[in-house]
Structure formats: C-alpha cells, structure tokens
T-cell receptor, first 110, second 113 residues
Framework: AQRVTQPEKLLSVFKGAPVELKCNYS??????LFWYVQYSRQRLQLLLR??SRESIKGFTADLNKGETSFHLKKPFAQEEDSAMYYC????????????FGQGTTLQVKP | NAGVTQTPKFQVLKTGQSMTLQCAQD?????MYWYRQDPGMGLRLIYY???????DKGEVPNGYNVSRLNKREFSLRLESAAPSQTSVYFC????????????FGEGSRLTVL
C-alpha cells in the first residue's frame, strides 16, 4: 500500500537552529515526492519536489530510496519558517493525485 | 488569475442537512481534486476528476458525491451531513500529466452539529 508517514506532529526549535522534518514512505514503484507548506492564513503550496533537486527558502530534501525517506532540512531556521509542512507522494498512473502525510507543525521560537 | 476559488469559506450545518461546496479554477487545468484536512490525519483525498467528464473515488468517498460540471468547475455535495464530516475541505487542480504540483483553494471550514 502507498503510505506517507510523518512521525512528528510538532517540531519546536529556536531561531538559527538546524531543522529536520522527517518523512518516510512506502511505495512499490519509483516515487515522486514533494513537500508542501501551509503558512498561517495562506493556501497550501508546493515547497519543493525531489525531481528538481532544488533548494527553496534554504530548504533541501534528498530522496533516500534505501531508507524510503524524504526528510526536509534547513541548516538555520528562521521565524518565518513556522508553518505546517506536509510530505506527499504521487501515486501510480497519470492522475496527478497525491497521498499526504499527517503533517508536522514547525514552530521556530525567537 | 484567481487560481482556485472555493465557496463558501465557512458553513455550519445540522445533522442530516445537505449542502454543496463549489470549486472553480481559471488555469485551464484538466484535473481537479477534493481533499479533507483533519488534525492528525493530514489531507485525505475524497474524490478526483482526472479530466472533464470523469470522476473517481479517492480514499474517503463515503457520504459525498461530486460533479465535474465543466472543465473549470468541480463541486462536492454532502447529501446528509454527519458530525464526522466536520472538517476543512480543500479543492485543488493540476495540469494533467504534470509533475504532481497541485494548486489549492483557500479551504472551506464545515461544521456539522
């Protein structure tokens, strides 16, 4: 079965500290993985996708097929990073539908 | 461009009442989706429409119906609302064959008493 697991409901760090939001997945084929972010009073939006191998707002995520993980990392957290983060997996076929994890709230304290 | 627009933003219903959530997108996307967001559960797919004229069940379709009215519009109907349907509902769209980026509406908060 296709599944995305985010083990932490809440991650609280101080400004300037490193951040790692964990994401594990189960999928039988070649996965496409994404991180979406929802800032307060804003729409859910794409943060980054693994195929782009890009860094957005200082965040990076590497797909580790051996560990079936796609953890989101940032070396120095900023207060404006406080938000809800969702890891998502693109399922089979060409439907574009995504399977989301439970979400992790990142709280960056001053 | 407004992107994805949902109405209403807030609604309170009594158990057994019916209502329709409306969604429209102006990005000429082929695929549209309805998700519900619940604390600790993340976003779960209710129904989706891969293209105009087609609809398919997602993970949690029970108690809902959908209509893909045209390429722009995709509505979600609760025929007989239940307290378990209290949630925040999100509509999203995607260019068919795209890389999976979904564009979301602002959400509709529904409370069923």
């Amino acid at each position: 079965a296709q599944r995305v697991t985010q083990p932490e409901k809440l991650l609280s760090v101080f400004k300037g500290a490193p951040v790692e939001l964990k994401c594990n997945y189960s999928y039988s084929g070649s996965p496409e993985l994404f991180w979406y972010v929802q800032y307060s009073r804003q729409r859910l939006q794409l943060l980054l996708r693994h195929i782009s191998r890009e860094s957005i707002k200082g965040f990076t995520a590497d797909l580790n097929k051996g560990e079936t993980s796609f953890h989101l990392k940032k070396p120095f957290a900023q207060e404006e990073d406080s938000a809800m983060y969702y890891c998502a997996l693109s399922g089979q076929g060409n439907t574009g539908k995504l399977i989301f994890g439970q979400g992790t709230t990142l709280q960056v304290k001053p | 461009n407004a992107g994805v627009t949902q109405t209403p933003k807030f609604q309170v219903l009594k158990t057994g009442q019916s209502m329709t959530l409306q969604c429209a997108q102006d990005m000429n996307h082929n695929s549209m989706y309805w998700y519900r967001q619940d604390p600790g559960m993340g976003l779960r797919l209710i129904y989706y429409s891969a293209s105009e004229g087609t609809t398919d069940k997602g993970e949690v379709p029970n108690g809902y119906n959908v209509s893909r009215l045209n390429k722009r519009e995709f509505s979600l109907r609760l025929e007989s609302a239940a307290p378990s349907q209290t949630s925040v509902y999100f509509c999203a769209s995607n260019r068919q064959g795209g890389t999976g980026e979904l564009f979301f509406g602002e959400g509709s908060r529904l409370t069923v008493l």
